[in-house]
């Protein structure tokens, strides 16, 4: 394997910029490249860098400094622009909507252009990118092995809960009137929120809420539930979405509910390592199930995480090498020794995107 020199431009510190630029290049590093996070546009290029990957470029001076790198005659390194969302089909409701409906929208795309490759995390993006550049790769999203063997928290009361920022209040809305019924119903059990506090449109106003957690490590050390809910609206933004939130539950053994569309349906296997719900009234008959029956809630939970060990960082950032030795032009073989489990410490969660 030779060794590559790689440099992650990540456009946040929040769960993009960690899944999908700080975790790979960390995984990177522990695989015997010299891989390196940050975000910001003021950083030099040396001598021996054989891949930048920008993420999300999409404002005016992020723009500017990747065009100046990719028309260079004398650019001697391959770019990757990197995005994980359909950011051209944002929901009206999406706090970032306006952003992308300005310049940024054709930023973006001018940015993929001139790059030599696009990485995404799904098929349905792939597909929708392409229009802009035909040279895409699907890196899928990936976690640290360690959040396999982490012990989530034991909770008073059973607790099925939701993890989302304010992007998503339109899946959340998708099921809101059927959650609001199913907890008049259950008040035995306890819901929590993180993130985005939905209490009030359960009618749990008192419901538990944890604001939201940019470091991965402490935002899935917090989740604490006994049952996962994934909604995602019907609309062309979800379509190309990741199965992310399906993937955290999992890794922590937490049995899902989760809607019947986009990355869901492929992934979930209903009964087996969750539960989808296609119809409205589906949400509530899948909820009793698992909040009535320990056995088939274990089971699904211990199912899911068995699943989520094909989903490592470790067993898979051949993938990451794999695409940036082709984009390279080079032949490729797989790395003799993965990265080891068991350091999920903030060097592997963000705060390795050095600022």
């Not at 005659?73 to 706090?95: C, G, I, K, T």
């Not at 229009?131 to 990936?142: E, K, R, W």
């Not at 506090?197 to 008192?206: F, K, L, S, T, V």
Request: proline letters at 5%; aromatic letters at 10%; one cysteine or more.
């Amino acid at each position: 394997m030779e060794r590559l020199k790689i440099y992650g431009w990540a456009a946040d510190h929040g769960g993009c910029g960690n899944y999908r630029i700080g975790l790979p290049m960390w995984a990177l590093e522990k695989a015997g490249h010299d891989a390196l996070a940050f975000s910001s546009s003021g950083f030099q290029i040396p001598t021996d860098l054989d891949v930048l990957v920008g993420q999300r470029i999409a404002t005016p001076d992020q723009a500017a400094r990747w065009h100046e790198l990719a028309v260079d005659p004398a650019r001697f390194f391959a770019m990757v622009y990197e995005v994980d969302d359909d950011v051209w089909s944002l929901h009206p409701s999406n706090p970032a909507y306006e952003f992308w409906q300005g310049p940024a929208r054709q930023i973006a795309i001018d940015s993929i252009r001139v790059a030599d490759a696009v990485s995404v995390s799904t098929d349905h993006l792939a597909e929708v990118v392409s229009a802009y550049n035909s040279n895409v790769v699907v890196l899928p999203n990936c976690v640290d092995a360690a959040v396999l063997t982490q012990t989530r928290p034991l909770t008073e009361r059973l607790t099925i809960g939701w993890a989302g920022g304010t992007s998503h209040n339109d899946d959340f809305a998708s099921v809101q009137k059927e959650l609001k019924s199913y907890f008049r119903r259950n008040g035995a059990v306890e819901a929590h929120f993180i993130g985005t506090n939905h209490g009030p449109d359960i009618g749990r106003p008192a419901a538990r809420y944890t604001g939201w957690m940019a470091n991965l490590v402490d935002y899935l050390g917090g989740l604490d539930f006994d049952i996962g809910i994934a909604p995602l609206a019907h609309n062309a933004f979800n379509r190309s979405k990741s199965d992310l939130k399906f993937l955290e539950y999992a890794s922590l053994g937490i049995p899902v509910v989760a809607s019947d569309f986009g990355p869901y349906e492929a992934t979930v296997e209903h009964g087996v390592t969750g539960m989808l719900a296609r119809y409205p009234h589906e949400w509530a008959k899948h909820l009793t199930q698992l909040v009535n029956d320990d056995d088939l809630r274990h089971e699904i939970g211990s199912n899911a995480r068995t699943w989520a060990a094909t989903r490592t960082i470790q067993g898979n950032i051949w993938r990451w090498e794999a695409a940036y030795n082709t984009i390279l032009g080079r032949s490729w073989t797989e790395s003799a020794v993965a990265p080891s489990p068991g350091t999920l410490v903030p060097s592997s969660a963000g705060a390795a995107i050095e600022t």
